[in-house]
């Protein structure tokens, strides 16, 4: 295998199984520092488990992933638990659901994996904390709870804390999908804002013209494959799945 400095992920025949249940079929892919991949493709074709297992959220079934040059695991074997928890360093994970502890403050949230994780002290994380609510817009927001803001607010803080680990790419499954569409479009603002400057970022989402406009290659994903990639998969999609799935989504 060969990569090369910026590349930052490399995917190669992915598969994962729930039991009897073939979710992901061989799917290969790779990113470079700086890139956005967008991913669609309907419900149920495997584009949440595809994240989950980037991140060691799920354990692979088979094939190959590799994060910043790193092994993560080859042929379906993992490498050992300490180079595991520092590649899972280098990725970060923004849920639909925003997944805020309810019980801490924004602060608190965005401060807390800083200290875990990380080991830093309060202050710095508190100071990296101040920086980042101040770009998410959400300086006033700090001693908040999550049930006291609105659902665009709470993404903005899981943005935040996700960013405040210092990913080298930042993954966002669905970011918008719980949100009123009056809502949306400050989510999308924000992940513009971080393709801007240059971020680099996998982001499932349905909203085609926000998927089309701010990724380098989208991918399109049906029944657990990788259907097509590439810059033009929205504006001229090649495979009739693809243009079946766009159809339907233009028709709503
Ligand atoms: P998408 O995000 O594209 O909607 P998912 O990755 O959530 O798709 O799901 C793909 C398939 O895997 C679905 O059929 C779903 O029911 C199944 N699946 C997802 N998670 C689990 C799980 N933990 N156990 C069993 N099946 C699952
Ligand atoms: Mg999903």
């Known amino acids: 295998m060969i990569t090369t400095n910026s590349e930052i992920l490399r995917v190669e025949q992915l598969k ?15 990113l470079h ?25 799920e354990k692979i079934t088979g094939g190959s992933v590799f994060i910043c040059g790193q092994c993560m695991a080859k042929n379906g074997v993992y490498t050992d638990n300490a180079s595991l928890r520092k590649i899972a360093l280098n ?25 875990i994780v990380l080991g830093k002290s309060r202050d710095e994380a508190e100071e990296t904390a101040h920086e980042l609510l101040k770009k998410m817009n959400l300086e006033k927001k700090e001693l908040c709870y999550p049930c006291e803001l609105s659902g665009g607010q709470q993404q903005r803080v899981s943005i935040a ?33 971080l393709a801007a400057e240059k971020m680099t970022m996998v982001v499932v989402t349905h909203e085609m013209a926000f998927a089309r406009d701010t990724s380098d290659v989208i991918a399109f994903m049906d029944g657990g494959v990788i259907v097509e990639q590439g810059k033009d998969v929205i504006q001229n999609p090649q495979e009739e799945r693809t243009k079946a799935f766009l159809r339907r989504f233009n028709e709503n």
């Open 91 to 115: 990725v970060g994970l923004v849920f639909q659901n925003f997944n805020l502890f309810p019980h801490f403050s924004v602060l608190k949230n965005i401060t807390e994996a800083q200290r």
């Open 161 to 193: 804390r996700a960013l405040a680990l210092k990913p080298e790419v930042l993954f966002f499954d669905e970011p918008t999908s719980a949100l009123d569409p009056e809502l949306t479009g400050e989510i999308l603002s924000v992940i513009r804002e």
């Open 16 to 30: 994962k199984n729930f039991g009897e249940l073939s979710v992901l079929k061989d799917v290969s892919f790779s």
């Open 33 to 57: 520092r700086g890139e956005v991949l967008g991913i669609i493709g309907p419900s149920g074709s495997g584009k949440s488990t595809l994240l989950r297992c980037i991140c060691q959220l």
